[in-house]
């Protein structure tokens, strides 16, 4: 009968589990995680405000006509001015409603034409076309309510480019960490890396331990941290929303791709830290 | 297997070096003693042929590879075909008896199974089959330095370097290492083993190198 090998827990020659078995790691990417996710939300909501207002509000003016003009002829030729995407006449039912809480039932009042355009885009050609309205219909008044909105929809983008460097900073942050974390590692574990590169064991080989267990932890400490995001912004979304309507959808993917990123950069990290340092061994 | 052409090692540029225009060839399946006082460059002579140092000046080919000017990518696979037992045994004390010998086949990639059964069958052939699951701070010096030498010898080494393998055992087991050294030698390793005891070479004869502040001065 074959002797019986016994079973083992080896494959940890470095001993990386109580070299780096701390919970300063996780909790700090924990950190990391939750400031990464409010930075996302951010994002979210400013492109979400952004976007609304600009193919809102913001896209919109209202000409109104000389009597002399006929509606549908003056739609037809507003239309076609550059930047504008369509242009709705308002009947006389809809300018009524309109007016009813200002002036009660007006039906009987002569009321000007009335056309509501809607405009491509809050481009330069937006800022032209008051003036190219007025040489199309002689007389007509434009009430252009774009301006203050383009500045709010420049602040939501701003705002939103923001968010994505705090992303970018909280990315580097962690990185930081993660090699600093790697630095005590190889501190901590430095004899035994080199009785393993004496053996023959390639950079790759060694690198690899580490930054499999640096993304462990990093990864674990980006679940806390994204589960711990997760209420905060189900509570922002409830906030936002008499603000922001139907419109503002949760990052949740991007929250749930959170610990494999938080992994991904630990393990890279980690990988070309260890990498650098084994570069001075012969 | 090996050869040293006028090897200059120095640690620090500017430095005395630790061995001065050392030439020799030790031929495949060679077994050699190694010695001198200390300080003569014992150590520095074995780290250069288990690739642990580069020369600073001289041609160094082991296995048929120039060392000398290959690239830090093939060092790798030239030291898995070298065992080292090292003075101070550098068993690592984190890991088990059985899995401090498993180290070398995990190194070089054998599967799980067959690693442990080898490493286990060379503990056995060391004497130390019942001690497999201790950890090494709870063995003696002797039996850490049967450790060090299955470890080294378990991969079937090509190059088997053993620097002062009996400096802290008595006779009896400093007889027993030799014994094993030797066997890895009939097996076909080339063997080369620093010492100071002068008896243990007299006891079993074969080549001689002897080394005196850094310079070879003996060869045969």
């Known amino acids: 009968m074959a002797e019986r090998t016994p079973r083992t827990r080896g494959r940890d020659p470095l001993g990386l589990k109580r070299a780096m078995a701390d919970r300063l790691l996780p909790g700090l990417v924990a950190a990391m995680a939750l400031l990464a996710a409010l930075a996302l939300a951010g994002a979210n909501a400013a492109a979400t405000m952004a976007s609304r207002w600009e193919g809102g509000a913001a896209a919109a003016m209202m000409v109104q006509l000389p009597r002399s003009i006929a509606v ?7 239309a076609a001015l550059p930047g504008v995407a369509e242009a709705i006449p308002l009947d006389h039912d809809r300018l009524a409603a309109l007016l009813r809480p200002w002036l009660g ?9 009335m056309i509501e355009l809607r405009l491509t885009s809050l481009g ?19 009430e252009a309510h774009g301006v203050w909105v383009a500045r709010l929809s420049a ?32 501190a901590a574990r430095r004899a035994t890396i080199l009785i393993l590169h004496d053996m023959g064991a390639t950079d790759g080989t060694i690198a690899r331990r580490f930054a499999g267990r640096i993304a462990w932890l990093a990864g674990l400490g980006a679940v806390l941290g ?39 950069i630990a393990w890279a990290t980690a990988h070309a830290a260890v990498r650098l340092w084994l570069r001075s061994l012969p | 297997m090996v050869r040293l052409d006028n090897i200059t090692l120095r640690y620090r540029p500017n430095a005395t070096p630790a061995l001065n225009g050392v030439d020799c060839h030790l031929a495949a399946g060679s077994f050699s003693w190694l010695m001198g006082p200390s300080g003569a460059g014992k150590s520095s002579f074995l780290k250069l042929l288990h690739l642990a140092v580069r020369p600073s000046a001289g041609q160094l080919h082991v296995m048929g590879r120039a060392i000398h000017t290959a690239r830090r990518q093939e060092l790798p696979g030239l030291r898995r075909r070298i065992g080292v037992v090292f003075q101070d045994f550098r068993l690592l004390p984190h890991l088990d008896v059985l899995e401090n010998v498993a180290l070398p086949l995990r190194i070089a990639g054998r599967g799980e199974r067959q690693l442990l059964a080898d490493a286990t069958e060379m503990l056995r052939w060391v004497g130390l089959g019942e001690r497999l699951k201790a950890r090494p701070e709870e063995l003696s010096g002797g039996e850490q330095q049967r450790v060090a030498l299955a470890r080294a010898v378990v991969a079937r080494p090509a190059l088997l370097l053993a620097d002062e393998p009996t400096s802290n055992l008595d006779e009896a087991q400093s007889r027993r290492v030799v014994a094993l050294l030797q066997q890895m030698h009939r097996l076909g390793s080339t063997v080369v083993v620093a010492t100071h005891n002068q008896w243990l070479a007299e006891e079993n004869p074969a080549a001689m190198l002897r080394l005196e502040a850094g310079r070879l001065v003996e060869h045969g």
Request: hydrophobic share 65%; no cysteine; proline share 10%.
């Open chain 1, 72 to 78: 549908a002829p003056a739609a037809s030729r507003l």
């Open chain 1, 105 to 113: 039932d007006a039906s009987g009042l002569p009321l000007p034409g």
């Open chain 1, 155 to 186: 602040l939501a983008r701003s705002l939103q480019a923001l968010a994505w460097l705090v992303l970018a900073l909280v990315a580097g942050v962690a990185a930081a960490m993660v090699a600093v974390a790697t630095r005590a590692g190889i």
């Open chain 1, 124 to 142: 330069p050609a937006s800022l032209a076309l008051p003036a190219a309205i007025e040489a199309t219909i002689p007389g007509a008044q434009v």
């Open chain 1, 226 to 264: 994204a589960a711990a995001a997760a209420p905060l912004l189900w509570l922002l979304g409830g906030l936002a929303a008499p603000l922001l309507g139907d419109t503002l959808t949760m990052p949740w993917a991007a929250l749930a791709a959170l610990p494999p990123a938080a992994a991904a």
